[in-house]
């Protein structure tokens, strides 16, 4: 059994996006058939992501609200049922914060509406402290409705665990960030710029850290980065969508198998996960495994490499995929018991 987590929308946000879930899920996945029990459920408003800490001891999440519902990031110890138990907030100084990750005892935030980014660090109990460095991002790019602002999407930590980039939707830049002792500071010289209009929502890098794939949601186009000299810069771009695909592109989630072997890339409205070979820094597509569900929003691989469960946000579908040696999918399980699911975390 592998007991792991998934983040939801518990009210919408707008009209037409949001959701109807009861908080955070403890569930349980049989690594013998991939069916899933829905062990615990903490409620809380909108956790639309979650990251837990190396130990495993607690989880954190963001609350994604407008600023004027006064957001939050919070901290739970984790029990040894895997329930969750509270232990406190703070607030966070931005509009619909959408990512966390956790790094050196500090929790970073990235606020979507607002382009900003916050280091809250923690104390020897796992607790928040108080915000101590927040910065704005500024600029706009060529899509006039979508990229008027900058809208940071994704906190990453590299493979060194020194550099921190931000994937910035608004301004079509991974913006770089370092800790100076425990203080969070930019890194601008290590920015990097990926095609205008596309949009940069989720980035993931190979274990070496020379590689660096960045999703774009606005153009449905993944951008390869190599590193040369410690800077990142954009080398090559594929397109995640079918060569039929008509509609607008509005790309979800990324993960990198574990083996390295596959990258899987997902599609909100085709409702698909495109599956692609990895060969030295080239890719090539294998497949496009349909969902079946609305609005897949995110997805996650577990640490074995074995499973993957992808989240629709508005048919409320979990779905369990077997991977196979090809890296093909095969689907094993579903359920829309977990209300409105939009994010996958493992205890490593």
């Known amino acids: 059994m592998l007991t792991f987590f998934i983040g939801s929308y518990t009210e919408y946000i707008v009209p037409g996006f949001g959701g109807i879930g009861n908080g955070i899920y ?3 996945l049989n690594t013998d058939t991939g069916g899933l029990v829905t062990l615990h459920t903490e409620k809380t408003r909108n956790p639309s992501y979650l990251t837990i800490s190396n130990d495993t001891k607690f989880l954190y999440c963001v609350t994604e609200l407008d600023e004027s519902e006064d957001p939050k990031v919070r901290a739970y110890r984790i029990n040894t049922d895997f329930s969750l138990e509270f232990l406190n907030e703070q607030s966070i100084s931005g509009g619909y914060p959408c990512h966390l990750v956790i790094h050196e005892n500090n929790i970073l935030v990235a606020c979507y509406a607002t382009g900003n980014i916050i280091q809250f660090p923690l104390d020897a109990s796992g607790k928040l402290m108080e915000a101590k460095n927040a910065y704005d991002h500024k600029g706009s790019s060529v899509n006039k409705e979508r990229q008027e602002a900058p809208h940071a999407h994704q906190v990453a930590i590299h493979p060194n665990k020194k550099d921190i980039y931000v994937c910035d939707l608004g301004i079509d830049t991974i913006k770089a960030y370092h800790l100076e002792g ?31 794939y960045v999703l774009n949601e606005l153009s449905g186009t993944l951008s390869v980065l190599h590193s040369r ?8 771009t594929y397109a995640t969508l079918p060569e039929d ?8 989630a990324i993960r990198l198998h574990p083996n390295e072997k596959y990258l899987y890339v997902a599609n909100r409205q085709l409702d698909a996960l495109t ?33 993957l469960i992808a989240c629709h946000q508005n048919s409320h579908d979990t779905v369990v995929y077997k991977i196979q040696e090809d ?22």
């Open 245 to 252: 695909y008509k509609g607008t592109p509005s790309a979800s």
């Open 182 to 212: 425990t203080e969070l500071t930019p890194n601008e010289n290590k920015d990097c710029e990926v095609s205008k209009g596309g949009g940069p929502r989720h980035m993931v890098f190979n274990a070496q850290g020379g590689l660096a």
């Open 275 to 307: 599956i692609f070979g990895v060969i030295d820094e080239e890719l090539h597509l294998i497949d496009y495994q349909y969902t079946k569900g609305k609005e897949i929003r995110e997805f996650n691989i577990t640490p074995d490499g074995k499973w």
């Open 26 to 28: 403890t569930v349980q």
């Open 229 to 236: 000299d410690s800077l990142f810069e954009e080398v090559k």
């Open 327 to 348: 890296g093909r999918l095969l689907e094993t399980y579903r359920t829309q018991e977990i209300l409105s699911p939009v994010c996958v975390v493992f205890p490593m």
